[in-house]
């Protein structure tokens, strides 16, 4: 199961904000019962109709099962934390969430 999240920052955030979300999202990627997690920018890649740069971060985050990522949406201290300490800093927040097809 694949947990994907795209961030739009506040355009006025400071440095040592912008350095706090990073950091605390850095320790979402480091949960141990992850099978991999992975943080990004926008790529530089071509413009395109469907290419979306317009975002600031993603978060990808793949669980074992859905047990794991129903663990990490209402249990996890990390994930808690980062929603708490972060919540002011982003205008917008997209979440897709995937499934194997086999």
């Not at 141990?32 to 290419?51: Q, S």
């Amino acid at each position: 199961m694949l947990h994907n999240v795209y961030f739009w920052l506040k355009s006025d955030l400071n440095p040592e904000q912008r350095n706090t979300f990073e950091g605390e999202l850095i320790k979402l990627k480091e949960i141990p019962y992850l099978v991999h997690g992975f943080i990004g920018k926008p790529a530089k890649t071509e413009e395109r109709p469907v290419t979306d740069h317009s975002f600031n971060y993603s978060l990808t985050l793949h669980f074992k099962n859905m047990e794991d990522h129903d663990h990490y949406q209402k249990d996890c201290e990390h994930h808690l934390r980062f929603i708490n300490t972060c919540k002011s800093f982003w205008d917008r927040v997209v979440v897709y969430d995937s499934s194997p097809v086999h």
